[in-house]
């Protein structure tokens, strides 16, 4: 049957359904051949915060959000134009965020009456009349699956779980995605399983053919690939890239790396990547729990390793007097804390950038650690070099503050030259440093470069270079433990002056008109929520500044000349105001604060309305 191709500038399109119907694997499937086809994409997985939650329950919804464009984008979008709702409970879940006339794939054999009832239905919306406002397309996904699959010799429940391949395979064809990329994955991963693996792939391809002659869908659509810088592409996950970030950053030191950590969601990802690359010289160390995660890095740092521990929130609190010994023994270690939703266990599986004061302030002292923050997936890799950069220049922690969006998101990443990448080559120590009155030359651990305050690194073993660290403080240079008030005073002076002397790129600004007087000022994964407002406030003939912190200790050494060009800066943050007051307490600027803390990203039409209300009040 010829059907009318439609051409698109952008779909979103939001796969939702049970925990166990395959809705992430589906969603990052598609996203792969999009991706490999030659789109610009941006996704944004959402997981159940609840561990097995009740099957056709709300709480109990995986979805998984992609965009896909022929043009550069930053988010993966604000609203749907296509919801695939495996069960009552992802249609109902999920319609707050449908705006009228989106498709509506509906799988009705999930709609009987007891799920119906589970989430408060007293009859199928698919049949009342309640969904007139949109282009709903009920398609009995399950039986159409289990009956291609009927010559099969597998058990029904194990065609069931095919569905996901069907819809795949049915939005496939929608959309004009290749195929290849997918059976070649199917063939990987159901190697070992010939039976599931033709399954599987008869699956797909009938749902393919059911596009093509059902008379449901009159149309395809197209999507053309985006327009990019010549290079090598892959699809990344933010995690993915961070570990490819510090295995690169390892190789550019010349150093092993050391992962000491314990599982938590949604940094777990990072572990198991790392523990995948020993041949990198990469050493992962699964540790009985958070404190023996970081005390494994601090050993490791000390012994010479490139050391790295990755953890959430909760973590980082259980973490946070070793961190404390690490910034006393000045030495380099990047810890990654992937932000969640909280207080305590909060929301396991959401994400917040509520984290900002704890890696700031969160431990006892003074005790200053620097702070960089990835604005996407892609940039998760550049953050985590960077993080290594100012650790081993500076002896010093440093915090690498990701989050659940950016970690979980993926997007094109464009695969670096490896010549391009900084040299991180560390000298360490090998000889004495200290002249006496006397003419005898000693090493001192804390004598200081004189352009970046860092001590010496001096591998324990090395001849001659025998020294004592711990959590007392130490005298200035010689390293011996001192009660001196002076002497404390001065070390915490010079711990500070360190890293404020860290050397990190101007803030930059986005003003393409040259004469607003608003300033948008974010971090983290805000970045593409804002980038995305700040184009719609500017189609619409506002006049609006961007600018986007990576570094969060020390700021840009021009942050206070770049907010005092503007009338008014507006922070939006997935927290309570937390870079609002930091900003308000550095440079007295009576910053607006713009917050949400639902555990999901900024929309962009939200964030352009607000710039429109306070360009109007300037």
């Given at each position: 049957?010829?059907?009318?191709?439609?051409?698109?500038?952008?779909?979103?399109?939001?796969?939702?359904?049970?925990?166990?119907?395959?809705?992430?694997?589906?969603?990052?499937?598609?996203?792969?051949?999009?991706?490999?086809?030659?789109?610009?994409?941006?996704?944004?997985?959402?997981?159940?915060?609840?561990?097995?939650?009740?099957?056709?329950?709300?709480?109990?919804?995986?979805?998984?959000?992609?965009?896909?464009?022929?043009?550069?984008?930053?988010?993966?979008?604000?609203?749907?134009?296509?919801?695939?709702?495996?069960?009552?409970?992802?249609?109902?879940?999920?319609?707050?965020?449908?705006?009228?006339?989106?498709?509506?794939?509906?799988?009705?054999?999930?709609?009987?009456?007891?799920?119906?009832?589970?989430?408060?239905?007293?009859?199928?919306?698919?049949?009342?009349?309640?969904?007139?406002?949109?282009?709903?397309?009920?398609?009995?996904?399950?039986?159409?699956?289990?009956?291609?699959?009927?010559?099969?010799?597998?058990?029904?429940?194990?065609?069931?779980?095919?569905?996901?391949?069907?819809?795949?395979?049915?939005?496939?064809?929608?959309?004009?995605?290749?195929?290849?990329?997918?059976?070649?994955?199917?063939?990987?991963?159901?190697?070992?399983?010939?039976?599931?693996?033709?399954?599987?792939?008869?699956?797909?391809?009938?749902?393919?053919?059911?596009?093509?002659?059902?008379?449901?869908?009159?149309?395809?659509?197209?999507?053309?690939?985006?327009?990019?810088?010549?290079?090598?592409?892959?699809?990344?996950?933010?995690?993915?890239?961070?570990?490819?970030?510090?295995?690169?950053?390892?190789?550019?030191?010349?150093?092993?790396?050391?992962?000491?950590?314990?599982?938590?969601?949604?940094?777990?990802d990072i572990l198991h990547e790392l523990s995948k690359h020993k041949k990198f010289d990469v050493m992962t160390f699964q540790a009985e729990d958070e404190i023996?995660?970081?005390?494994?890095?601090?050993?490791?740092?000390?012994?010479?390793?490139?050391?790295?521990?990755?953890?959430?929130?909760?973590?980082?609190?259980?973490?946070?007097?070793?961190?404390?010994?690490?910034?006393?023994?000045?030495?380099?270690?990047?810890?990654?804390?992937?932000?969640?939703?909280?207080?305590?266990?909060?929301?396991?599986?959401?994400?917040?950038?509520?984290?900002?004061?704890?890696?700031?302030?969160?431990?006892?002292?003074?005790?200053?650690?620097?702070?960089?923050?990835?604005?996407?997936?892609?940039?998760?890799?550049?953050?985590?070099?960077?993080?290594?950069?100012?650790?081993?220049?500076?002896?010093?922690?440093?915090?690498?503050?990701?989050?659940?969006?950016?970690?979980?998101?993926?997007?094109?990443?464009?695969?670096?030259?490896?010549?391009?990448?900084?040299?991180?080559?560390?000298?360490?120590?090998?000889?004495?440093?200290?002249?006496?009155?006397?003419?005898?030359?000693?090493?001192?651990?804390?004598?200081?470069?004189?352009?970046?305050?860092?001590?010496?690194?001096?591998?324990?073993?090395?001849?001659?270079?025998?020294?004592?660290?711990?959590?007392?403080?130490?005298?200035?240079?010689?390293?011996?433990?001192?009660?001196?008030?002076?002497?404390?005073?001065?070390?915490?002076?010079?711990?500070?002056?360190?890293?404020?002397?860290?050397?990190?790129?101007?803030?930059?600004?986005?003003?393409?008109?040259?004469?607003?007087?608003?300033?948008?000022?974010?971090?983290?994964?805000?970045?593409?929520?804002?980038?995305?407002?700040?184009?719609?406030?500017?189609?619409?003939?506002?006049?609006?500044?961007?600018?986007?912190?990576?570094?969060?200790?020390?700021?840009?050494?021009?942050?206070?000349?770049?907010?005092?060009?503007?009338?008014?800066?507006?922070?939006?943050?997935?927290?309570?105001?937390?870079?609002?007051?930091?900003?308000?307490?550095?440079?007295?600027?009576?910053?607006?604060?713009?917050?949400?803390?639902?555990?999901?990203?900024?929309?962009?039409?939200?964030?352009?309305?607000?710039?429109?209300?306070?360009?109007?009040?300037?």
């Amino acid at each position: 049957m010829s059907k009318q191709v439609v051409q698109l500038s952008r779909v979103i399109i939001r796969f939702a359904g049970d925990s166990g119907d395959g809705m992430q694997l589906t969603g990052d499937q598609f996203t792969s051949r999009t991706a490999w086809f030659g789109n610009d994409v941006a996704t944004l997985p959402d997981f159940p915060a609840e561990i097995r939650a009740p099957a056709g329950t709300i709480p109990g919804v995986s979805a998984f959000q992609l965009h896909f464009a022929d043009h550069d984008i930053t988010t993966a979008g604000d609203t749907p134009n296509v919801l695939v709702a495996m069960n009552p409970a992802a249609l109902k879940a999920n319609m707050r965020d449908l705006p009228r006339g989106a498709d509506i794939i509906v799988n009705t054999d999930e709609f009987t009456p007891r799920n119906l009832a589970k989430v408060g239905y007293a009859a199928s919306p698919v049949d009342d009349g309640s969904l007139e406002s949109y282009s709903v397309h009920p398609i009995p996904l399950t039986s159409l699956t289990v009956e291609a699959l009927r010559s099969f010799d597998i058990t029904k429940k194990e065609a069931e779980r095919a569905k996901n391949m069907f819809a795949l395979g049915l939005l496939s064809w929608l959309y004009h995605r290749p195929t290849e990329g997918t059976l070649t994955f199917l063939k990987q991963k159901f190697a070992k399983k010939p039976q599931i693996l033709a399954a599987n792939i008869a699956a797909f391809e009938a749902g393919w053919s059911f596009g093509e002659t059902t008379e449901d869908f009159s149309v395809q659509y197209e999507v053309q690939p985006a327009p990019m810088l010549a290079g090598r592409y892959r699809n990344i996950h933010g995690n993915l890239a961070l570990s490819y970030g510090l295995i690169a950053a390892a190789q550019r030191a010349e150093l092993p790396l050391f992962l000491g950590s314990y599982p938590i969601t949604p940094a777990s990802d990072i572990l198991h990547e790392l523990s995948k690359h020993k041949k990198f010289d990469v050493m992962t160390f699964q540790a009985e729990d958070e404190i023996a995660g970081v005390g494994s890095a601090i050993g490791a740092a000390y012994g010479g390793m490139l050391a790295v521990t990755t953890t959430s929130g909760p973590g980082v609190a259980l973490k946070s007097e070793a961190i404390g010994l690490a910034v006393s023994l000045e030495l380099p270690l990047v810890i990654v804390d992937v932000q969640r939703g909280g207080p305590s266990t909060g929301l396991p599986t959401k994400t917040e950038q509520a984290d900002l004061l704890q890696a700031m302030f969160g431990r006892n002292g003074e005790a200053p650690v620097p702070i960089v923050a990835p604005r996407s997936p892609g940039d998760c890799f550049d953050a985590a070099i960077e993080a290594v950069r100012i650790a081993t220049t500076y002896r010093t922690p440093v915090f690498l503050l990701s989050d659940g969006y950016v970690a979980n998101g993926s997007e094109p990443w464009r695969i670096p030259d490896v010549d391009s990448l900084p040299d991180l080559r560390v000298a360490f120590a090998t000889e004495h440093n200290h002249t006496n009155d006397d003419g005898s030359t000693e090493f001192w651990p804390f004598q200081r470069d004189p352009e970046t305050l860092a001590r010496p690194w001096a591998v324990p073993g090395t001849k001659g270079l025998e020294h004592r660290i711990g959590g007392i403080e130490k005298a200035d240079g010689i390293g011996n433990i001192s009660y001196d008030p002076d002497n404390h005073d001065r070390m915490t002076r010079l711990r500070q002056a360190k890293v404020d002397g860290i050397t990190v790129p101007d803030l930059e600004v986005a003003d393409p008109d040259g004469d607003a007087r608003v300033l948008m000022l974010g971090w983290g994964s805000t970045y593409g929520p804002i980038n995305a407002a700040c184009e719609i406030a500017r189609r619409s003939g506002v006049s609006v500044a961007q600018a986007h912190l990576r570094h969060l200790n020390p700021f840009p050494a021009n942050t206070a000349e770049v907010l005092r060009r503007y009338d008014k800066v507006v922070i939006p943050e997935m927290n309570l105001g937390q870079l609002a007051l930091l900003i308000r307490g550095r440079y007295l600027v009576d910053a607006i604060s713009y917050n949400q803390v639902r555990g999901l990203p900024f929309k962009g039409e939200e964030l352009a309305g607000v710039i429109k209300d306070v360009v109007a009040s300037v």
